[in-house]
């Protein structure tokens, strides 16, 4: 028996944006005349990924880091535009989001993510701003999926209970995490799909 929630939530990557993590690597490699295999080891780094996904790590602190690990003179402006221009808009999923919007019902994004991808992407696509009522982001809470803190905040922000929100995620770990949590989760495939799970849970909406 599926119930209806009070809040939805949609996963960033891979839901509403695509995105390619080589583009990134590729970018700021090119900037520092670097190979795209060194500068991907070096960001994804158990001391630089997690501590910049969770915003202990500013964007300036790892700019210097990559400059000082080859010897590179990267500028902010630079070095932001290549981290974060990644993304291309899942334009499947927008009349779904639009349908939800016009209906009432409360929609917010959830993810994992970091200062320069979110800056770039809201400066790209409008529609994150344009059509979510709140953003549970990563570097912004300290906590990141599949962590039960990140769902319970997700739950504060949206003024419910975790067993009042859906959320849809394209990473098993994270809907399994927010399942653990208390949350509605499923696993996104395509937009379709998430649109038949939606109205299972009784949300009526024109999509």
């Known amino acids: 028996m599926y119930r209806k929630p009070a809040f939805v939530y949609f996963d960033l990557g ?41 915003g202990r790590m500013t964007t300036d602190d790892l700019i210097m880091r990559l400059n000082d690990r080859f010897q590179g003179q990267l500028s902010v ?19 779904l989001i639009v349908g939800l919007k016009s209906a009432g019902f409360g929609i917010g994004i959830l993810s994992n993510t970091c200062d320069a991808h979110w800056e770039v992407a809201r400066e790209r696509f409008s529609v994150l701003d344009a059509f979510f009522d709140v953003q549970v982001l990563s570097f912004r809470v300290d906590a990141t999926k599949p962590d039960p803190e990140i769902y319970d905040k997700a739950a504060e922000v949206a003024g419910c209970s975790p067993h009042e929100l859906f959320f849809a995620d394209d990473l098993l770990e994270n809907v399994e995490g927010a399942r653990q949590a208390g949350v509605d ?10 649109a038949n799970d939606l109205r299972r849970r009784h949300l009526m909406f024109r999509y």
């Open 185 to 194: 989760a499923v696993l996104f495939t395509n937009t379709q799909a998430l």
């Open 77 to 95: 402006p630079q070095a932001k535009q290549a981290l974060g221009d990644i993304f291309w808009l899942n334009t499947s999923i927008i009349p």
């Open 14 to 54: 891979n839901v509403i944006l695509h995105f390619s993590h080589a583009r990134m690597c590729q970018q700021i490699a090119d900037l520092l005349g670097a190979d795209a295999a060194a500068t991907r080891e070096f960001l994804f780094s158990p001391e630089i990924a997690l501590p910049y996904e969770r």
